[in-house]
């Protein structure tokens, strides 16, 4: 049943926020299409969930976080991308102001929650984004 198919991939994601408006990274996926997304990566062996987006947060931005909840989780099933992902997520807040972005990131900013509903997000964060009221 999973021949030719990976396993899937744990990942914690985290909507940050710094002065009322939320961070958000723009990246090209698999598509080749670029989309906004709430930022995060995968979780690596033995690395507790918190640990891992404190850790994939500083990786893509710099930024060091306060986690203030966790936020729940949510399946990403792409079959034509070969991508199955359970994501954690989290609200955090930013503790320092420094963004210093990761190869892999075109773009990051903090906007309101009247500017995400403009963005082309990926419809796991869009998913994510509605479900706690942010769009």
């Not at 990274?25 to 906004?36: A, C, F, H, I, M």
Request: without cysteine.
């Amino acid at each position: 049943m999973l021949e030719g198919k990976s396993k899937p991939k744990i990942v914690v994601a985290a909507l940050v926020e710094k002065d009322g408006k939320f961070l958000l990274t723009k990246e090209v996926l698999e598509s080749g299409k670029e989309y906004w997304i709430v930022p995060g990566g995968g979780l690596e062996f033995g690395e507790s969930l918190d640990n891992a987006v404190k850790r994939e947060i500083k990786e893509e931005t710099n930024l060091d976080i306060e986690i203030k909840e966790f936020a729940g989780f949510q399946e990403a099933i792409v079959p034509q991308y070969n991508y199955h992902t359970v994501i954690f997520f989290y609200r955090a807040l930013s503790k320092n102001e420094s963004l210093l972005l990761e190869d892999n990131i075109l773009e990051a900013r903090f906007f309101t929650k009247e500017e995400i509903k403009n963005l082309n997000l990926v419809d796991s964060s869009r998913r994510f984004l509605e479900r706690i009221e942010i769009i």
